[in-house]
């Protein structure tokens, strides 16, 4: 099993950024393909970046060129960077792990994290 504990979420100013860090137990974690998710009020939780265990990473369109996923497996650890936010980048950010699968895809992750909260002002 693995577990995942989200943090770095915040009140963030357009224009602004945040890291986001998700640390995941046991010692497999090299070995899941790791994704970051969204989900506003109102909304369905929505794909926002994935990375494989080699490192080739996919995003989804509306954050291409802002954010940016990594991973660093020695630290069980994986982190989201978000520039040049907007307000439309509100929502809760859950990290999420899988074996196989779509990346795009929640139902074909395995294990989530609880989720923080990112809030952009205009």
């Known amino acids: 099993q693995v577990q995942l504990v989200e943090s770095g979420g915040g009140l963030v100013q357009a224009g602004g950024s945040l890291r986001l860090s998700c640390a995941a137990s046991?010692?497999?974690?090299?070995?899941?393909?790791m994704g970051w998710f969204r989900q506003a009020p109102g909304k369905e939780r929505e794909f926002v970046a994935a990375?494989?265990?080699?490192?080739?990473?996919y995003y989804a369109d509306f954050v291409k060129g802002r954010f940016t996923i990594s991973r660093d497996n020695a630290k069980n650890t994986l982190y989201l960077q978000m520039n040049s936010l907007k307000p439309e980048d509100t929502a809760v950010y859950y990290c999420?792990?899988?074996?196989?699968?779509?990346?795009?895809?929640?139902?074909?992750?395995?294990?989530w994290g609880q989720g923080t909260q990112v809030t952009v002002s205009s």
């Open positions: 999420a792990a899988r074996r196989g699968g779509n990346y795009y895809s929640p139902g074909d992750y395995e294990y």
């Open positions: 046991g010692r497999t974690f090299s070995s899941y393909f």
């Open positions: 990375i494989t265990w080699r490192g080739s990473t």
